[in-house]
């Protein structure tokens, strides 16, 4: 019997994952470092530490610095406000799998990797009534960001549920990757540009094309 569904929030929730792109593209090349738009889609979920370190190794073969790590990830962070000014846009069929869980009474649990401020008044804003401040787990809750398991095991702890009791909602490589780490049921839902093989690859336990795609399915995984 499933008690609750964890919502992974960019790419799932909200359509933000071609701005947090761009953001980070442009940041890391006028910043000298070299890197790809597909790199951000396949980092998706790391911390934003693990991905310029990636990437500093990459190029010159080493860490970046605590100060670089701080200095690119705020200029990231204020170019992606500038690119979803005035705020990011609700995904397309999330609403309608967010009412059918919540009409199953089931619970709804956040589980991402942003570390926005701003992430619980866009959230009231968009989805009101759909989630509760304290079943969220953001980038302040853990030390490791996906793909390791621990996400999506404090997801569990907020809500005093087991991995058989969970379903988890991912579109990223590194997510479906953490969920089943954690032991969850994990539906995936292809909304960016890479191929299904690298969701199927990852671990996913059911793949869809989109958020539409699966509230026409989402209530027959519920038991
Ligand atoms: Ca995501």
């Not at 990797?113 to 009534?129: A, E, F, R, T, V």
């Amino acid at each position: 019997m499933i008690k609750a569904v964890l919502f992974d929030m960019d790419g799932v929730l909200y359509d933000s994952m071609p701005s947090h792109v761009r953001a980070w593209h442009e940041t890391m090349s006028q910043a000298g470092v070299s890197s790809s738009p597909e790199d951000f889609y396949l980092f998706e979920g790391r911390t934003g530490q693990s991905t310029i370190n990636i990437l500093f190794n990459r190029s010159f073969g080493k860490d970046a610095t605590p100060e670089e790590i701080e200095a690119l990830y705020a200029k990231k962070a204020q170019r992606f406000t500038e690119l979803e000014h005035p705020g990011s846009k609700p995904m397309p069929g999330a609403r309608e799998v967010l009412e059918k869980v919540k009409a199953a009474g089931i619970q709804r649990i956040i589980v991402t990797g942003s570390g926005q401020h701003s992430l619980i008044d866009k959230l009231d804003k968009n989805y009101p009534d759909f989630f509760d401040k304290d079943l969220m787990v953001t980038a302040y809750d853990v030390r490791h960001g996906k793909p390791h398991p621990e996400p999506y095991r404090m997801g569990l702890l907020k809500g005093n549920i087991l991995p058989e009791e969970a379903l988890v909602i991912e579109n990223a490589p590194l997510g479906v990757e953490s969920g089943r780490a954690a032991g969850i049921y994990t539906i995936a839902v292809n909304t960016g540009p890479l191929p299904d093989r690298v969701l199927w690859e990852a671990g996913a336990n059911a793949l869809y094309p989109s958020m539409l795609a699966l509230a026409k399915h989402i209530a027959a995984y519920f038991h």
